[in-house]
């Protein structure tokens, strides 16, 4: 199985920055992608951003130009760095990786625990 650690969230004033990590382990054979989600209070759970083992980001719209992501492949770790912070990303963030790991054949989804970001208004 995969197991995932959350750090990095906080309360932080509009403008300010965070940056939220994750790391991997278990008895992982590859993980593809690695992202973040977040739910804020009355909603619903939605993608933040993702990158594949390749590189390749994906953005939600709210947070293009503000957020970025990235992962360090050998350390099985996912970043989410967090600029210009609005009252309205106020959330917690889940991380989200799917993974396949040895002994199984198909792929299966992981969530972190999550991690509170705040910004008050």
């Known amino acids: 199985q995969v197991q995932l650690v959350e750090s990095g969230g906080g309360l932080v004033q509009a403008g300010g920055s965070l940056r939220l990590s994750c790391a991997a382990s278990?008895?992982?054979?590859?993980?593809?992608?690695m992202g973040w989600y977040r739910q804020a209070p009355g909603k619903q759970r939605e993608l933040v951003a993702a990158?594949?083992?390749?590189?390749?980001?994906n953005y939600a719209d709210p947070v293009k130009g503000r957020f970025t992501i990235s992962r360090d492949n050998a350390k099985k770790t996912v970043y989410l760095q967090m600029n210009s912070l609005k009252p309205e990303d106020t959330a917690v963030y889940y991380c989200y990786v799917r993974g396949l790991v040895f002994g199984r054949a198909v792929w299966d989804e992981y969530w972190g625990q999550g991690t509170q970001v705040t910004v008050p208004s």
């Open positions: 990158v594949s083992s390749g590189g390749t980001t």
């Open positions: 278990g008895s992982i054979r590859s993980i593809d992608p």
